[in-house]
DNA sequence: CGTCTATTTGAATGTACTCAAAAGCGGTGG
DNA sequence: CCACCGCTTTTGAGTACATTCAAATAGACG
């Protein structure tokens, strides 16, 4: 049943615009996406591939990440309930998908295409001014993230996922935590004795 | 003659959303904005303060950067013609400023205060759709940048920005190009000495 | 219970770092 | 015009920290 699964995003939309969808515009809002279930370790984006759609995470966990010249993976984005994740490169430049996006487990996810955003965006201001305000947001955690890798030490950015995301430790390994971060496993691994001697 | 000295930001705007602005729109957008001339090393926003503002650069040079807590700078975003620069984390989250920016010439900007853009996404569709664009750019870019400063290595970088940014190195003191990198000078001074050896 | 993967630990290595000093470069004033 | 000053860049030498390679331990799952 759409209506109850999509409460979520419809809430989501509303507080981030800062106003209230008339069940009207919802309701054709609505019409334009889908609901998709999706099993753990599937990959939803392949590096290389044109990625024309956004997800909605409703339920369950992904990781975006890439991978370089000598096969080492890099974690770009841990996503859970109530976040975002696409290769949004990809998607607004029209160019092959830096990273690929893969579900750690099983997932409720809302695919948006990209056609129907601009289809509503064109219909319905208030939702222009919601991806306007999910773009700006996405971009200053960008920023913030950027501003910690230079300002702060692996420890305190491990610290500071962990109070920020507590459950994350117990539903990501520790070896994407440690890609996330940008250091190997063994090196977050030493981290976290180094963290647990100082008691 | 604010009339053409916006022109330059007119044709921004209308290229970025693939459609003109009509005179009137775009005379009543062009009240909300100010031009601003910058001496070189001026700060505009220092780290720690609220940052209201966008500056579009219509000329010159700025830097954004970070200071950690053993005083190190780390420089985030190099702006020039045609490019934006703020504190966006500071601006969209209503938190103290991450970055400081400055100057590094003699600089021409257009200036936005935040309610000025609330007032004219409010009002223009065609606005709140220039933003929309804008955010998913910066955002993009970041992507990619962050992908870039994991898939390749400081000399790769290098030349990529050289590449794209030919004037750079006339422009931008080496020591703030090797900040940008996430490198030290005496580190980038070492590999463009390898560089040259190598012919 | 056995297999596969993740995590931990150890030892050696390497790359960028710090400290330090010299050389280069640009601008100012004598 | 040249000498000096401040700042940037280069170069050298030693160091530190994450990395690599390797192996052992621990956990998860059929």
Redesign the pocket.
Known sequence: MPKIKNRMIRQHIESKIGKALTDEEFDYFSSLLRNKSVAPKEVLIHAGDRCSKLYFVQKGALHSFLTDDVG?AHVVQLAFEGHWISDMYSFHMDQPALFTIETLEPCELIVFEKSAIAEACDRLHKIERFFRILAQNAYAAAQYRIARSYSA??ESRYLELVDKNPDIVLRV???LIASYL?????????I??QMAERR
Chains 1, 2 share one sequence.
């Open positions: 080492n030490d692996t390994p520790q070896f940008g250091v190997k496993p063994q090196s977050l691994s030493r976290r004795k």
